[in-house]
């Protein structure tokens, strides 16, 4: 076998996903996730030849020890030498980082440094890193950022309506995240669309845990709806999106709220889970909503579609033209109900539901579901991991 596949490493605070990627064709030779680290129930699932394997990872149960696991499965399965690189997803890149970069000392720092701005997610990708270094300590490895996509937004798309010395000094200012998923998918839809991605303009809805909406213009990302932090912009999972910043000090000031209390209530207790009071899982809320008539259920559905559809339009004001949007992640992919939703009210954007299409279009199917004459709207699966191998390999594949 060539040594041309990339090891993609996604590592957060508890979990480590990775897969073995051909960046040319986006083959997947390997994929699994290591999760509960940390902890003693730590397990690392493997899937591989079209099997699945699953065992627990011994003390100290941590980022190392379950990239341990992963050399051994590679070793024993003579997958070590078919690896070129390895390519890390990096949640915050800052305004420092806008291109796949090389990872040596000083950037190590800079992620570092980042921290400020991504606490929960930046430490944890350096964990990765180290982890990756130590097991193959003569492979490159390279870091992709999720930010990077949407450092082409202009000044007034990231500026926030606050003191400008806070930007400034501080570096509070729109980042935007989901980056690599929005430009895979605007990608995949210019493919769809027979034209070259630098003329097309798309609003991009990536909807799973974490919603986030992008303007797309002449193949750039010109807004999009996550903030400083994953935090703004739509309703999502457990986190609440917009909220009146006002309610934060009525909690603290009135309802004897800590600041602690507020962050664990709008990341954590918010979104889907805090309107159905049910879940942060879609598929049961749906469920809730057709088999049980469940209100909460319905209201929950009710307020996720209408902000995705208000944001949806409101990123009309970014664009000049609108090729059509996109829906992707884990709901955007598969969930016709809530597409369907969304689509209900951009009446005046002249979107007509195929009905046939929007049902069939899910699991992975990628495909247009809306009627010809009126304006696409287009389900695509996303692969960010494919990014991450093409990104890696590219970066180490320049011509001086
Ligand atoms: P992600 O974070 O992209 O993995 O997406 C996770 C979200 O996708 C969860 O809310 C799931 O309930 C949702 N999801 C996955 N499959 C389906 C489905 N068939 N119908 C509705 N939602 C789904």
């Not at 290591?34 to 397990?43: F, N, P």
């Not at 800052?94 to 040596?104: A, F, M, R, S």
């Not at 992620?111 to 990756?132: C, D, F, Y």
Request: aromatic residues 8%.
């Amino acid at each position: 076998m060539k040594n041309n596949f990339i090891l993609v490493l996604n590592c957060g605070s508890s979990s480590l996903k990775f897969s073995l990627i051909n960046p040319e064709n986006g083959e997947t030779l390997l994929s699994g996730l290591a999760e509960r680290l940390l902890s003693e129930q730590a397990i690392i699932k493997i899937k591989h030849n079209g099997k699945k394997e699953q065992q627990s990872i011994s003390s100290p149960f941590d980022h190392q020890a379950a990239i341990q696991c992963l050399v051994t499965h590679l070793s024993e399965h003579q997958l070590i030498a078919c690896i070129s690189a390895i390519g890390h997803r990096v949640v915050h890149g800052g305004e420092t980082y806008y291109q796949p970069t090389l990872i040596n000392t000083d950037v190590k720092a800079t992620i570092e440094k980042l921290a400020r701005l991504a606490p929960l997610h930046n430490p944890a990708n350096l964990t990765g890193i180290s982890a990756a270094e130590a097991a193959f300590p003569t492979l490159p490895q390279v870091a992709i950022f999720d930010t990077a996509f949407h450092q082409a937004m202009p000044e007034k798309a990231f500026i926030y309506g606050i003191p400008y010395k806070l930007y400034k000094e501080h570096g509070i200012r729109r980042y935007g995240f989901h980056g690599t998923s929005h430009y895979f998918v605007a990608q995949q839809a210019a493919k769809m669309l027979h034209k070259p991605l630098e003329q097309c303009s798309f609003i991009s809805a990536h909807l799973g845990n974490g919603c986030s909406v992008a303007a797309i213009k002449d193949g750039k990302s010109v807004d999009t709806s996550l903030g400083m932090t994953p935090l703004e912009g739509v309703m999502m999972g457990t986190r609440s999106g917009d909220v009146d910043p006002g309610i934060i000090f009525h909690l603290v000031n009135q309802l004897n709220y800590t600041v602690e209390e507020v962050d664990t209530m709008l990341n954590k207790q918010s979104g889907l889970l805090g309107v159905s009071q049910l879940s942060n899982d879609c598929r049961t809320i749906e469920t809730a909503y057709l088999e049980d008539n469940n209100p909460q259920a319905a209201l929950a559905l009710d307020v996720f579609c209408y902000r995705i559809a208000k944001s949806i339009a409101s990123f009309t004001a970014s664009l000049t033209q609108l090729d059509g949007i996109i829906f992707t992640g884990g709901i955007g992919e598969n969930s016709d109900i809530i597409r369907e939703k969304i689509l209900s009210q951009l009446i005046l954007l002249n979107f007509k539901i195929d009905v046939d299409a929007n049902i069939t279009n899910r699991f992975g199917k990628s495909g247009r579901i809306t009627l010809e004459g009126s304006r696409a709207a287009l389900v695509i699966a996303t692969n960010e991991e494919w990014v991450i191998a093409e990104q890696t390999f590219e970066l180490l594949n320049q011509e001086p």
